[in-house]
């Protein structure tokens, strides 16, 4: 992920005008700044008064964070919220520590906040940075390229953010995150579907064992590998029969079946459709 330090309010030329357009009416949000893994020196921010907007800060770093339950150390991968007038009090004066940030303001923050509610002034664990450093990136992106802000784009990344931070503390994800060596086993399907594989070829890119290795595939994806393949190919092959100009016999091998009534089988068994009436029914007119 980048290192990103931005700050917007009153500084910042290219946002003057998407700053002014959207402080208009009753839905207005301002970018005041974004941080992404700042590091800073040993030491405590103390800001009594705070600042005048909202600010959500993730300690990737051990720190110390006044809030409202008490001066507490925290060991990393927190987030706090403030809001605007909340003290601030964190840092670290043993070492350097890195953090990432986001500053706003505008009057529609608070109802977001009321919309997608979010701990105020407490630190507390937070498992996925990813999802957080994805929509400073986002934000960040849309400020500094090539077209001017769009002050609607912004005030939808920012309300994205703010349901992504809600979900995550307040929703249990759907399965815990697939490992990198089942996650592979996918991608090399996805991009070789076409190919005639084994489990034993497969087992081999995971370096686990076959039975084990699908176990853990079906786990994460539904079903075991060689059936994902199948849904793949047949995936595929929907797509292609809204062509025309393409023979169901070159489909199939396209999608791996060198004898096309296998396909065609292969095709009714997962759509209940052969493959010439699945054609004609997505197929409004004939060319």
Known sequence: MQKILAFYRNLHPKSAKLLTHSSQGSKSVFVDGIGMH????????????GTDGWLFMYFHDPVQILDETGLQEHPGRRMICWRPGNMHYYGN??????????????NAIENLHKQNPYLVNRAQPFGFPE??????????NELEGPFDPDSTIIQNLVENLFRQLHRATTR??????????????????????????????????????????????RRCFGYPPIEYRTRVRIHHAC????????PISEIAQRVGYSDVYHFSRQFKQ??????????????FTKP
């Open 239 to 246: 797509e292609m029969l809204r062509d025309y100009d393409l």
């Open 38 to 49: 700042e590091t800073m020196p040993a030491g405590l921010v103390d800001r009594p008064g």
């Open 93 to 106: 004066i043993r070492k350097e520590w890195t953090h990432s940030w986001i500053h706003l303001s505008g």
């Open 131 to 140: 999802l957080f450093e994805q929509s400073l990136e986002s934000i960040f």
């Open 172 to 217: 249990k994800p759907a399965f815990s995150k697939v490992p990198e060596n089942i996650s592979q086993i996918k991608r090399y399907i996805d991009l070789n579907f076409e190919k005639a594989f084994s489990l034993k070829e497969l087992s081999g890119i995971s370096n686990l064992a076959p039975t084990y290795m699908c176990g853990q595939f």
């Open 270 to 283: 997962q759509t209940n459709i052969s493959p010439g009436r699945y054609r004609k029914q997505m197929s």
